[in-house]
Structures are given as structure tokens and as C-alpha cells.
């Protein structure tokens, strides 16, 4: 069973085109997170959602918008996408429990988006 | 939330010990350490996790000293497929946030 999943896996698109990227967990976890990775390897928090509610919002340009239905789906559409774009993107999940037993997060397997 | 400096490669061979050392002067008093490990194409995993001292898990072992201003992270006889980044990171247990700063990692290359 996979505990948090993402969809597409990959996805190649043009400028200026919208896309969105899909993420779920079944691992009854109360907040989700969606990460950034470079081609440098850096992995960069873009927003948390917690309960459906944004709790952390980077300093991410407004074409990303996350969308939260209920706290085991957190959506990011991307409007106008830019070649600067291209990057692994991450889901992940955690229980939302401060202290050390809610610090773990969970990640997706990753979607992996070129933009021509 | 306290910054963390790692080497950013390290070679070694099948069935010897790894240990990656992480630096995080300014960790503060509720910070937590954790590491993650990750494959190629794939997200982070949580491997293993403390506060000070000693902690020991299937995976790895993780040393802390007593100034808590670095951790080393210990792979036993590494094996292939133990190729992969490990990033260090320092959390506010107090938190409810959970956010984590990754650095660059240190990228694992395990040779035959």
C-alpha cells in the first residue's frame, strides 16, 4: 500500500501552459507538504498544509496555488508555467503532532516536471 | 531553525562503516536531529532520529555529544544500494509546524 502518493510521476508541458499535480496519503496524517527539488539537489518547502488549513507559505511566486479538499489530498496547480519551473516536486506528509513522535514526514515518490 | 553543514561527498566500499558527521552549531534547545535518506528518482525517508547521546535502529546509528553541536550519522558495512544522499536536518520539536530545512546533503557513493 503506498502511503503517500502523487500523480503524474512525470510530466512535460509547454511555456505558459497550467498543470496540477495531485497528492494523497492514507496514512491518516494531519499535515501535508509540498517541496521543491532543483537539479542541484536542494529540497525547498514550498507550502504545509495542516487540517486543510495553510500554515506555511514560502516565498513561492503566486502561479503556484495549493489546494487542500480535505487533509489527505493537497493539490498544487501551477498557472503560466516557466521554464524555471522544471524540478522534482515532492509531496510529503506527517502526523502534526509537535514533539518527536509527529516530526517524521512521509514522503511521495516525487513528479518529476520539464517545461519546454 | 538551525543550519547545518555537511561534507557534500564521500566514497567507501562495500562492508566497511560509514559515518557522516553533520554540524549544526546553532541548534537550539528544543531542536530534535534527524536524517533522511534518498535514492535516485525517489523521495526522503525518514531513517533515524535523536535529541543526545546514542540512538541505534535497524538502519543506522546516530551519536550525538554533549554540546549537541554536531551529529554523526553511522552506517554499518555498507553495502550498493546504501548509494544514495543523506541529508541532516534540526527541527523544533515544539513546533506544530514540522518545517525542515534541508542543506545539500551528502551524496554516498558505496563502490565494489
Known amino acids: 500500500d503506498t502511503a503517500v502518493s502523487q500523480t503524474p510521476k512525470y510530466l512535460v508541458t509547454q511555456m505558459g501552459n497550467d498543470k496540477s499535480i495531485k497528492c494523497e496519503q492514507n496514512?491518516?496524517?494531519?499535515?501535508m507538504y509540498w517541496y521543491k527539488q532543483d537539479s542541484k539537489k536542494f529540497l525547498k518547502i514550498m507550502f504545509s498544509?495542516?487540517?486543510?488549513?495553510?500554515?506555511i507559505n514560502e516565498t513561492v511566486p503566486n502561479r503556484f496555488s495549493p489546494k487542500s479538499p480535505d487533509k489527505a489530498h493537497l493539490n498544487l496547480h501551477i498557472n503560466s508555467l516557466e521554464l524555471g519551473d522544471s524540478a522534482v516536486y515532492f509531496c510529503?506528509?506527517?502526523?502534526?503532532?509537535?514533539?518527536?513522535?509527529?516530526?517524521?514526514?512521509?514522503f511521495g515518490p516525487g513528479t518529476r516536471l520539464l517545461v519546454l | 531553525l538551525a543550519k547545518t553543514t555537511q561534507p557534500i561527498s564521500m566514497d567507501s566500499y562495500e562492508g566497511q562503516e560509514v559515518n557522516i558527521t553533520c554540524s549544526h552549531n546553532?541548534?537550539?534547545?528544543?531542536?530534535?536531529i534527524t536524517w533522511y535518506q534518498q535514492f535516485p528518482s525517489q523521495g526522503p525517508r525518514f531513517i533515524i532520529q535523536?535529541?543526545?547521546t546514542k540512538v541505534t535502529n535497524e538502519v543506522a546509528s546516530l551519536f550525538i555529544p554533549a554540546d549537541r553541536k554536531s551529529s554523526t550519522l553511522s552506517l554499518p558495512r555498507v553495502s550498493l544500494s546504501d548509494t544514495a544522499v543523506y541529508y541532516c536536518?534540526?527541527?523544533?520539536?515544539?513546533?506544530?509546524?514540522?518545517?525542515?530545512?534541508f542543506g545539500q546533503g551528502t551524496t554516498l557513493q558505496v563502490k565494489p
Open positions: 510529503a506528509s506527517r502526523l502534526g503532532l509537535a514533539g518527536p513522535s509527529g516530526e517524521t514526514q512521509y
Open positions: 496514512l491518516g496524517h494531519d499535515t
Open positions: 498544509y495542516n487540517n486543510k488549513e495553510l500554515i
Open positions: 546553532n541548534i537550539a534547545t528544543n531542536d530534535y
Open positions: 535523536g535529541y543526545k
Open positions: 536536518l534540526v527541527g523544533d520539536i515544539g513546533s506544530n509546524t514540522g518545517k525542515l530545512i
